[in-house]
Structure formats: structure tokens, C-alpha cells
């Protein structure tokens, strides 16, 4: 290109075929989609072409005040007035969009809205209408997300079950309600409901007439007792979150079936039965809640031998877990409070997490590394030792996360200290959540947690102006090479095994570049809440 036809303020972009600007516009966010119409007369007409319509209150209303649908928020009769005349303006522009581009004649490749609804009746008619015309411009993606509470819920005209050109149909705040017609999504292969109230034989309408279905969600969804998918070919993915305590049943014989996740509510009072024995592919499976027993658990993971990946989650009815595959790759235990011990013989295993407090007993482990937390009730005396003895035997640990309590009580550790395996185990990082200042008995937790084991690397995870003050000490502590400090022990403390460290540097809060500090005190004034990184290098 010569030098003339780069500077002469031609706007060749506006040159472009139609369809490679409209590829270029599906890249842009809601806000700057809707400012290129002002670039120029044909650029406004290109956007009137354009055939994505997404529509989203939040990039259209001039509303600063917080508006929760359904919360016990009040926000007086002004407030009130002010949002539902913003949201009649947002109606208008939407029905001005949709029937010009309808006139157009042109397919629809995708429709979405998300508004907060006060009078669901009041304005379901003129949702019935645009999705009537979506349907007959042959939408592919249609997403709805109806911002109201459980007794308001918007129920979804019945001309969207005759859409024979969806692909994906996202859901949210609707009702289903439930039809005698076929349902004709031939074509559709995602299907995500959320916060839909649905029966049970919608349910079954939905898993058994859509057979080109490969991702499958039911997130918070309530109306059925019984989730049942007795076959399908195509199926990939299928989550359910039952947000009430009323599912009874989930049996799902699915072959195909690669991702499984099953998710149960904190209040959860009565056990559910889950066959799921018909999905012998499963590569991924997520439990969360439910109430499972230790002998129905492990029945229940050992029939996947091709499984690679575990996640049990809030599991607080299991004890003792057992864990036997040649496939699984990671395993996950977070927050599973009674669990006493866990026993793994997985030789391929890759990684291991765990978060929970107490840490349990022991099992033999393959090497991998792991990564063990206690949660933030901090540690007592016993789980001192349950740690050490935690690390003598499991896996490689790639990281143990400490939170240490703020209301903790001093304790002596003696007696857990001549029980303590003389050595310590090498670790690759001690992260350390600390909400406190630094006290007297901070002294006696450092001693006592690099006496568990000796990380290569140390962090310290901070959030106010108050925990810097821990950071100030811990650079101390470390600096100190007193040689009297642990003459009235048997066994030396840390302090002759460290030979020496550093700062590695600042990592701020949801960042992940590092920031070089040359000099600690000089900086930790300055420096906002983050993660500091200390380097520990230790005698072999």
C-alpha cells in the first residue's frame, strides 16, 4: 500500500464488504456496537443490518441507584417511578430495533435481553412479540434473562418450542409451562436454564426431543422431584443445581455423557438417590452437599474407570473415602468436614487439592503435586500434628495455605511436639492468610509451622493497613539469627536450617504480574493490599 492511499483520510473500512464489518461488529461490546452508528450514514445503516440484537439494561439506563427485584430493598415511590420510566424507554428501544431490523427480511443469528422486571404482566406482551419475531426470522441463539422474584416469573410463549432453527436457548426467570405439542428443536446443541421453574415432564419433553443436545444446565431451577434422562446419544455436559430441598431422585443413563455435575443446597435434610451408573464415559465428575454415605460414595466413584478428574465439594456426611482408578489425573476434597481419613490408590494421579479443617489422617498418595488449606477457623494443637503427619506420607505438596483465626487461643504444643516426626517436610509454598497484628503467640506459630515443614517459597496474603504490620514482623523474624534462640530444646529450630532468603517481590490482589521490590521496608508503606513473596533457602 503506497503512502498516499494510508494518509489521505479515505475511510476505506466503510469500504468493506457487509459482512466482514458485521464480523467486525460482533466483536465489539454492547456500548461500543451501539456508538459506531454515528460514524457515518452507512455505518448506522450497517447497524440497523447487523443481526446480533443483545440487549442488556445495564448498557442502556442512566440508573445509579441499586435496584434488587424481590430483595427486601426499598427504594420509595421516586426511585421507583424513575427506574420503571427507564425501563419503558429500554422497551421502546428495543421494539424500534427488532421491527426495523425484521423488515430487513434478513435471519436473525441472535437475540438476547436481560431487564428487571416490577410488573412482569404489564410487559409480557411485548416480550411475546419479539420473540414471536425472532422465531420467524429464524433465530439461532436466543438468550433470556428476566430479572424478577419466584412469584413473577415470566412464562415463555409457546411458539418458542416450534423454533426449528435454535442452536442455543439460555433461560433465565422464566416459566415453563408445560405443552402437548413436540418440542422442534432439531438443531439445538445448548440448552441452559436458570432460575426456571420446570415440571417434570418439561424435563422429559426437553432431554428426549432434542436429540442433537451436547451441553446441558439446570442451575437453581425448581417445579420436579425427579430428574430423569433415561437415554441419549449426544449428550456432553449435564449440570444440575437444585437451589430448594426437593429433589428425591436423579437417574441418568447417558453413554455419551463426558461432564457430570451434581450440586445439592446447604439445607439440604433428606438424601437423594443418584444412579448414574448408565454414564460409563464419564471423564469429569463434580459432586457438591448431598448426603452421601462412605460406602455408598465410593461405590458409586468406582464404577468410572474412565474418570480423570474428581471434585467432591461440601460432602460434610462423608468420613472415610477411598479412591481406586488407573485414569484419574486430579482430585479435589474441598470443605468436606467430618472427613477423617481419605485412602487413594490412583498411580496416574497428577494433582491433589484439599481445603478442609481438620486436615485428615493420612493415606498413602502417588506422587503429584498437592495442594492442602485449612479454612479460615485456623488451626488447634492436633492439627499441628495432623499436618506433619499429613505431609510425611502424602504426595509432593506444592502448597499449604494456612488462615490463621483472629480469635485463636494460645496453646502450648509440647506434648504434640515430642510427637512430631523429627523431620520436616519440603514443600514448594506456605501461604499464609492472616487477618491479626502481630502478637506474642505469632512467635510460637511461625516456630511451629516451619517446624511442620520448609517451604521453598512463603506468602503472606494481605487485605488492610493492619496485616502489613505482620509483614514487618515476619521480615524480622526472618532476618534474625540469634544462635540462643532454642537452647532450652532437644531438637533445633528452623532458624539453623534456614541458611538464608529473600524478597521475591509483590503480587497485588487479582494480578498475576509481579512487582520487583528492591528494598521491603522502604515499600511496604506504599504498596496497596496484596500477596508478598518471600524465597527461603534451606540447609539440605
Known amino acids: 500500500m503506497d503512502e498516499k492511499s494510508t494518509t489521505d483520510g479515505v475511510d476505506r473500512i466503510s469500504d468493506l464488504p457487509p459482512f466482514i464489518i458485521h464480523h467486525i461488529l460482533s466483536?465489539?461490546?454492547?456500548?461500543?456496537?451501539?456508538?459506531?452508528?454515528?460514524?457515518?450514514?452507512?455505518?448506522?445503516?450497517?447497524?440497523?443490518?447487523?443481526?446480533?440484537?443483545?440487549?442488556?439494561?445495564?448498557?442502556?439506563?442512566?440508573?445509579?441507584e441499586k435496584y434488587l427485584v424481590g430483595n427486601e430493598l426499598e427504594l420509595g415511590l421516586e426511585s421507583n417511578e424513575k427506574f420503571g420510566g427507564c425501563i419503558e424507554n429500554f422497551m421502546r428501544f428495543i421494539d424500534v430495533t427488532v421491527l426495523r431490523f425484521c423488515k430487513l427480511n434478513f435471519c436473525m443469528k441472535r437475540f438476547g435481553i436481560t431487564v428487571s422486571f416490577v410488573d412482569v404482566e404489564g410487559l409480557s406482551s411485548s416480550l411475546d412479540k419479539w420473540i414471536g419475531l425472532a422465531v420467524e426470522n429464524d433465530v439461532k441463539e436466543l438468550d433470556l434473562s428476566i430479572l424478577t422474584d419466584q412469584t413473577k416469573l415470566y412464562t415463555l410463549p409457546q411458539i418458542?418450542?416450534?423454533?426449528?432453527?435454535?442452536?442455543?436457548?439460555?433461560?433465565?426467570?422464566?416459566?415453563?409451562?408445560?405443552?402437548?405439542?413436540?418440542?422442534?428443536?432439531?438443531?439445538?446443541?445448548?440448552?441452559?436454564?436458570?432460575?426456571?421453574?420446570?415440571?417434570?415432564?418439561?424435563?422429559?419433553?426437553?432431554?428426549?426431543?432434542?436429540?442433537?443436545?451436547?451441553?446441558?444446565?439446570?442451575?437453581?431451577?425448581?417445579?420436579?422431584?425427579?430428574?430423569?434422562?433415561?437415554?441419549?446419544?449426544?449428550?456432553?455436559?449435564?449440570?444440575?443445581?437444585?437451589?430448594?430441598d426437593e429433589l428425591e431422585s436423579v437417574e441418568i443413563v447417558v453413554p455419551s455423557l463426558r461432564h457430570l455435575s451434581i450440586a445439592f443446597p446447604e439445607q439440604l435434610t433428606r438424601p437423594c438417590v443418584i444412579n448414574i451408573a448408565g454414564c460409563q464415559q464419564l471423564r469429569d465428575l463434580h459432586f457438591m452437599g448431598g448426603i452421601f454415605k462412605d460406602l455408598e460414595f465410593n461405590h458409586l466413584v468406582s464404577k468410572f474407570a474412565l474418570l480423570e478428574n474428581l471434585r467432591v465439594d461440601r460432602c460434610h456426611f462423608l468420613e472415610r473415602v477411598k479412591v481406586s482408578s488407573t485414569r484419574l489425573q486430579n482430585l479435589s476434597f474441598r470443605t468436606c468436614g467430618n472427613l477423617k481419613a481419605i485412602d487413594v490408590s490412583t498411580p496416574n494421579l497428577l494433582s491433589f487439592y484439599y481445603v478442609n479443617h481438620p486436615v485428615p489422617m493420612p493415606a498413602i498418595f502417588s506422587p503429584c503435586p498437592g495442594v492442602v488449606a485449612t479454612d479460615k477457623r485456623g488451626i488447634d494443637p492436633y492439627c499441628y500434628y495432623k499436618i506433619k503427619a499429613f505431609l510425611g506420607v502424602a504426595c509432593p505438596i506444592k502448597n499449604l495455605i494456612i488462615y490463621v483465626s483472629p480469635k485463636r487461643n494460645s496453646f502450648n504444643l509440647d506434648d504434640y511436639r515430642r510427637t512430631l516426626p523429627s523431620l520436616s517436610r519440603e514443600i514448594g509454598n506456605l501461604s499464609l492468610h492472616s487477618s491479626i497484628s502481630p502478637s506474642v503467640d505469632d512467635s510460637a506459630l511461625l516456630n511451629d509451622l516451619l517446624r511442620i515443614c520448609y517451604p521453598r517459597n512463603l506468602s503472606v496474603v494481605t487485605r488492610n493497613e493492619g496485616q502489613k504490620k505482620f509483614v514487618e514482623w515476619l521480615y524480622a523474624q526472618l532476618a534474625n539469627r540469634d544462635e540462643n534462640c532454642c537452647n532450652s530444646q532437644r531438637r533445633k529450630c528452623w532458624r539453623h536450617f534456614l541458611k538464608d532468603f529473600k524478597v521475591e517481590g509483590f503480587l497485588m490482589l487479582e494480578d498475576d504480574k509481579p512487582i520487583h521490590i528492591d528494598n521491603l521496608m522502604d515499600s511496604l508503606p506504599l504498596l496497596p493490599p496484596g500477596t508478598y513473596r518471600f524465597r527461603l533457602i534451606w540447609h539440605r
Open 27 to 64: 466483536n465489539l461490546a454492547a456500548k461500543e456496537l451501539a456508538r459506531t452508528s454515528v460514524l457515518s450514514k452507512r455505518w448506522k445503516n450497517l447497524r440497523a443490518s447487523f443481526p446480533i440484537l443483545d440487549f442488556h439494561q445495564n448498557y442502556f439506563l442512566n440508573f445509579d
Open 160 to 244: 418458542v418450542f416450534s423454533a426449528r432453527s435454535l442452536t442455543s436457548l439460555k433461560l433465565g426467570g422464566c416459566k415453563l409451562e408445560q405443552t402437548s405439542d413436540s418440542i422442534r428443536f432439531r438443531y439445538l446443541k445448548k440448552l441452559i436454564l436458570q432460575w426456571v421453574h420446570i415440571n417434570e415432564h418439561m424435563v422429559h419433553k426437553l432431554t428426549s426431543e432434542c436429540p442433537l443436545v451436547e451441553e446441558l444446565s439446570f442451575d437453581s431451577c425448581w417445579g420436579f422431584k425427579c430428574f430423569c434422562i433415561p437415554k441419549h446419544r449426544n449428550l456432553l455436559s449435564l449440570s444440575i443445581y437444585a437451589s430448594l
